[in-house]
């Protein structure tokens, strides 16, 4: 038996490599609808209660990333609230220190690893497996592990904060701050197992979203082919590879200080507290363009849409994305100019930060570009993109004077900063978002959004966001610190805080409106045809919402815009299996079809896996003991997740022919 | 665009003939192991960065401790290369489909790895410091543990696979999973070189 | 009062302002340009037909262009903070004096130093300097990471537990500055300040030749009876008055108490009544700090205020 599967294997190996192009019939409406069947059954999308748990699909699973990071976006967007109400005038006591001091923690960590991280790879697991034409992402099982690993971390950290227990030493957790000595209590582990969780699911999707790039790509879509948006989240999905194992190794150390008493940062022993910073900002600067990058990604699809032509200069934004991915890994030490650090050290580190803002002036020049030439169509998504260039060119000049190491001693650690990276990341990534939601909201849920309202909350979150953060670069000039939670009548402070904190208000009324125009337009929005803005990307030629299979034939792409330049027969793949979860595996440059896979279906095991994972993260805070008794369950789950299904359906057999085509 | 019924023949891509599976990077599986390795590598680079970083805050290496005693990690050192040997045998069989050959071997890289982890055990009293005695400490037990993390998780795969090749169909994709297993060890074999010569070797030479 | 850094009193400053105008001058003036350009790449009139590859050609030159002229700026950027940043590390004439600053949770302690260590001076939340020459600063923590910052006169410098970070500052016109921690360090970050008063020569001299002596006894029953008080109550568990018997070095030194213009680490003016609020509850004032409410009893409560008032 094994002989004989031996030697059939190798013959097939040898013999079964073919492509056939071919040219044949349509289908039969007839034969398409049964197709159509028989792949809603194969890619079905369990439901109920422990259906919903099971999901693999990437489309639903990128739905509920998104809509919980914007709960937490919501939830820390309030918290942002407070603190502008604290700070409103001087000597205020709405909050007191010790909550204060957690609300901005919290406001921090959540936006940056709850919110920003996550949003933009949910689009990207949303998008990426539509845009490359495939059915489903790569390692679908362990995608749902990750949303599950997401959610729980996520609720941890808001659990702590409404039991008063939450993390109270920045979002960078400096040591010895956050160290045994001067954080006693749990507050600061809840705060490193907290980057345990969002990085153990943020690695995962990155790993599944390079996968799904480089392998799963339809034929045809060349490296030089690929969308702006998935070169985009490429880029990304590499910088989280290469950062975010650096924060897991540092946030670790510290929570092995906390709990067994090693002495990594403990100057006393050996240790150093500017470790932390080195391992800490190596991570953190790279986190700034992991949330920013997807971003332009987003800016430029909507351009291309919303022009009529394909971004300008596409080679050069694609060489500038990868240049960003590369220096974001060269300028951490601009977040540590006032620690005393060798002059010769900081001058390289001036020039390196000066540096990263050529390519991305480039992208602002081509994108200026592609709307010159092309013939801009005002809806919201561009209005979105339009108020991006405005914010992000002003905050990413700012960001230039930062990059110079003696302006930098000035305003280090001042409102100034603030200021800057509340442009360029509510300006350079929350914008492009919104946007991107208006723009791809039909194709997600089936319905379009209400463009008029979308233009007014627009302007209501444009004004409000300008007289929030505009006011707090003066602030920073006129000597108002960071992470302060409330300051003296003397200093003169308070009428321009007292502004900021009103466009506050009429930043959390913008989002009010975002938030009941989709939830009005979810209800009761006009239908969505398939491409309702005449998008040029893949996502655009199934219909909206896609159906569970994404693709009834997989396209074979022919150019940059897909369906741009697509010809009029539309040539499409065949001969992948219908009757199981096939894909079909391509190679990584030219995208030419090289072999299938088999996606596992849905499981529970990927929840239970997430669940053990959880509570072992949880328990570690509290004893070392959680390790060992974590590894058994954790272990049982990991096999269930693994083991191949029922012998029958797994039997070595040949591809059954495609039926409808003959 | 596509207008229906006034194109009635398209050129089509027959796909049906590609093999269900493929060993390396051809393969999806690959791309996920390999993700998995530069994520892990990342964090051991990390790791030997902070050894190094610690290093130069004090005069002398170990600071105040003894030198760890090289006995059971020069033997864990041999162990482990030598277990090259089935990883490779189990790899080149299952690319081969030969299915006992391939369980053989990989019967032989589990008992090597059970092997490797119990000697490891005994590392961990040949060291010479506790990972709360300074920096030192701490960081030596960082290294070693990681590797001993990553060396535990790749010995019950390995046991997990045997039992599958034993008691499973092995569809085609299975020799698959097979092969990227020893691809995964033959990255935790690379790193035990460099972790093993900082442990070890490090406090007697810097 | 002040702390801004565009309002320069000393040559660090002074450079680094003068730096700042020139980045920010630059950055308007490319901001208010790309806007422009913004503005006319979307409302032009487009014509019916365009020369595609003309057009392209046309874009690529332009898009070339601005891209150099983006970079020229950033080199001019990195040259004139590689200029300024040079002058910064270290002063250029001889230092007169050397003072340790030395960061806590949550009030500054200014030391200098001398030849007999009986003659050194501590300085709580204020430091004094001469005019006109500059102050070698060496600084430590306690506790965790510190920054020392006035924004009139020097940018920050961390002060990093485990290490001696060193920064000068220098200021040209007497007056006083006020300076504030600018890392986060825990719960009354906020109220972490201090003040440099900078005076002649003559005068810094003859401040801390009165900072040397030790405090004077008490004079009249009122300050006796506080200073009775002070001592048996745990005041002295923390605090030092020189020449008492109060010697404890986990509260800022009182010894001189009386001429402070604030208390509390710049949180408040040196006032009878803020002094007496702060020394019966300051957590009321200061929530988290380290100093405890102290239950006296009015009486003694006023004494000591007395006492303190005395401590000049």
């Known amino acids: 038996m094994d002989r004989e599967q031996q030697q059939r294997l190798q013959r097939e190996e040898h013999e079964r490599h073919e492509v056939i192009e071919r040219v044949e019939p349509m289908p039969e409406p007839a034969a398409a609808a049964r197709l159509h069947r028989e792949l809603e059954r194969t890619w079905y999308v369990p439901s109920g209660l422990i259906g919903s748990l099971c999901v693999v699909d990437h489309r639903t699973i990128a739905k509920r990333y998104i809509v919980t990071a914007f709960c937490f976006f919501i939830f820390a967007g309030l918290l942002a609230v407070l603190m502008r109400i604290q700070l409103a005038v001087p000597n205020n006591h709405f909050l007191g220190p010790d909550l204060y001091n957690q609300v901005f923690t919290t406001h921090g960590t959540m936006m940056m690893f709850l919110f920003a991280v996550p949003v933009m790879e949910a689009m990207g697991v949303y998008l990426v497996p539509l845009m490359v034409g495939t059915r489903n992402i790569a390692f679908p099982r362990l995608n749902a592990f990750s949303y599950f690993v997401y959610l729980f971390g996520g609720v941890m950290l808001t659990v702590t904060l409404l039991m008063n227990t ?17 954080t006693p209590g749990k507050r600061a582990d809840f705060w490193a197992q907290l980057i345990t969780f969002t990085e153990v699911s943020g690695l995962a999707v990155s790993v599944e979203l390079v996968a799904t790039i480089l392998k799963t790509r339809a034929p045809g879509m060349s490296l030089n082919r690929m969308p702006l948006f998935v070169w985009s989240m490429l880029v990304t999905a590499l910088m989280v590879i290469f950062a975010m194992p650096s924060v897991v190794t540092s946030s670790s150390m510290l929570l092995l200080d906390r709990l067994v008493g090693t002495h990594f940062y403990n100057p006393a022993e050996g240790g150093d507290s500017l470790l932390w910073q080195h391992l800490f900002w190596f991570f953190g600067h790279p986190e700034v363009y992991i949330i920013f990058v997807p971003a332009l990604g987003i800016v430029s699809s909507v351009i291309a849409t919303f022009t009529g032509r394909p971004v300008f200069g596409y080679p050069a934004m694609v060489l500038a994305l990868v240049a960003t991915g590369f220096i974001g890994f060269g300028l951490w030490v601009h977040h540590m100019f006032a620690t005393g650090l060798p002059q010769l050290g900081l001058t390289y580190f001036t020039a390196a930060s000066m540096i990263i803002a050529i390519p991305s002036g480039i992208q602002i020049f081509c994108w200026i570009a592609s709307l010159w030439r092309g013939r801009p169509r005002f809806h919201t998504p561009l209005l979105f993109v339009l108020g991006f260039v405005a914010i992000f060119v002003f905050g990413g000049l700012s960001g230039v004077t930062l990059a110079s190491q003696p302006f930098d001693l000035q305003v280090h650690d001042t409102y100034y900063v603030v200021a800057h990276f509340h442009y360029v990341l509510l300006g350079g990534a929350v914008f492009p978002l919104i946007g991107g939601i208006y723009y791809w909201f039909p194709k997600m849920t089936g319905r379009m959004m209400d463009d008029g309202l979308g233009k007014i909350t627009f302007w209501v979150l444009f004004v409000g966001f300008n007289v929030t953060f505009f006011p707090m670069h003066i602030l920073g000039f006129e000597g108002m610190p960071r992470r302060v939670y409330t300051y003296p009548a003397e200093l003169g402070w308070g009428p ?11 930043l959390a009324l913008g989002g009010l409106l975002f938030l009941y125009n989709v939830v009005k337009s979810h209800a009761a929005g006009a239908v969505a045809s398939a491409n309702p803005w005449n998008g040029g990307t893949l996502e655009w030629s199934v219909p909206s919402p896609p159906p569970v ?48 896979v088999e996606y596992p279906e849905p499981s529970i095991w990927p929840f239970l896996c997430a669940v053990v994972t959880s509570a072992f993260f949880i328990g570690s805070i509290f004893t070392p003991w959680a390790l060992p008794v974590a590894i058994i369950p954790l272990a049982i789950t990991l096999i269930g997740w693994f083991w191949p299904k029922s012998p029958r359906a797994e039997a070595p057999g040949v591809a059954a022919p495609v039926k409808e085509a003959a | 665009m596509n207008v229906p019924g006034q194109i009635e023949r398209r050129r089509v891509l027959d796909v049906s003939a590609l093999p269900d599976s493929a060993f390396g990077y051809n393969g999806l599986v690959w791309w996920g192991t390999v993700g998995f390795m530069v994520i892990e590598g990342s964090m051991f680079v990390i790791a030997i960065i902070v050894y190094f970083y610690l290093r130069l805050r004090v005069e002398n290496w170990p600071p105040g401790l003894p030198n760890p005693d090289i006995g059971y990690g020069t033997a864990n050192l041999l162990v482990v290369l030598l277990s090259v040997i089935p990883a490779a045998m189990s790899k080149s069989a299952a690319e081969a489909f030969d299915l006992p050959k391939a369980r053989r071997w990989l019967f032989v890289l589990t008992l090597m790895g059970v092997g490797a982890v119990t000697l490891r055990a005994y590392e961990y009293t040949a060291l010479n410091c506790r990972w709360d005695d300074n920096a030192y400490g701490s960081i030596v037990w960082l290294l070693i543990s990681m590797h001993t993390i990553h060396v535990g998780t790749d010995v019950t795969d390995s046991a997990v696979l045997l039992v599958m090749a034993y008691t499973q169909p092995m569809a085609r994709k299975r020799f698959v999973d097979l092969s990227e297993n020893s691809l995964y060890w033959y990255f935790i074999v690379a790193w035990w070189i460099p972790i093993y010569l900082i442990i070890y070797w490090a406090p007697r030479w810097l | ?17 003068s730096l700042g105008w020139l980045l920010l001058a630059v950055c308007i003036v490319v901001y208010v340009l790309v806007m422009l350009v913004t503005l006319w790449a979307l409302l032009r009139r487009r014509p019916v037909a365009e020369d595609v590859p003309r057009t392209t050609r046309r874009l690529t030159r332009t898009v070339m262009i601005a891209t150099v002229v983006t970079a020229v700026i950033l080199a001019l950027f990195t040259v004139s903070s590689v200029v300024a940043g040079r002058g910064l590390a270290s002063p250029t004439g001889p230092g007169a004096i050397t003072v340790d600053v030395i960061g806590h949770q949550w009030w500054w302690e200014f030391q200098y130093r001398d030849v007999t260590p009986s003659d050194f001076v501590t300085s709580p939340n204020e430091l004094h300097i001469p005019v006109g020459v500059p102050v070698h600063l060496k600084a430590i923590s306690r506790d965790v990471i510190h920054s020392f910052w006035v924004p009139n006169l020097l940018g920050k410098r961390d002060l990093i537990p485990g290490q001696v970070t060193n920064t000068w500052l220098q200021a040209d016109d007497p007056g006083i500055y006020r300076g504030q921690c600018a890392e986060f360090c825990g719960h009354q970050h906020a109220h972490m300040a201090f003040v440099v008063v900078a005076e002649p020569m003559d005068k810094f001299l003859a401040w801390i030749q009165h900072q040397r002596a030790p405090a004077t006894g008490p004079a009249s029953d009122e300050e006796k009876h506080g200073h009775d008080a002070f001592m048996h109550s745990t005041c002295v568990m923390c605090h030092t008055i020189r020449g008492t018997d109060a010697g404890a070095r986990l509260g800022p030194e009182l010894t001189h108490i009386g001429s402070r213009m604030t208390i509390a680490a710049g949180t408040l003016p040196n006032t009878r009544g803020h002094l007496g609020g702060w020394v019966a509850n300051a957590q009321g004032i200061k929530p988290g700090v380290r100093m405890p409410p102290n239950p006296l009893n009015p009486d003694d409560l006023q004494a000591v205020l007395t006492y303190l008032g005395s401590l000049r």
């Open chain 1, 549 to 596: 299979y994404n693709f009834l034939y997989q396209p074979v792409v022919e150019g940059r815009d897909a369906l741009w330049e697509r010809s009029a027969d539309v040539p499409v793949v065949v001969g992948i299996r219908s009757d199981c979860r096939e894909v079909l595996i391509t190679d990584v440059m030219d995208a030419e079809p090289s072999n299938k």
């Open chain 1, 496 to 506: 321009l805080n007292l502004v900021a904190t009103i466009g506050a208000g009429m």
């Open chain 1, 166 to 182: 939450a993390p109270d030493v920045g979002w960078f957790a400096y040591v010895p701050l956050a160290g045994p000595d001067y």
């Open chain 3, 1 to 17: 009062m002040m702390q801004s850094m565009f309002h320069p009193a000393g040559p660090v400053a002074q450079r680094i302002a």
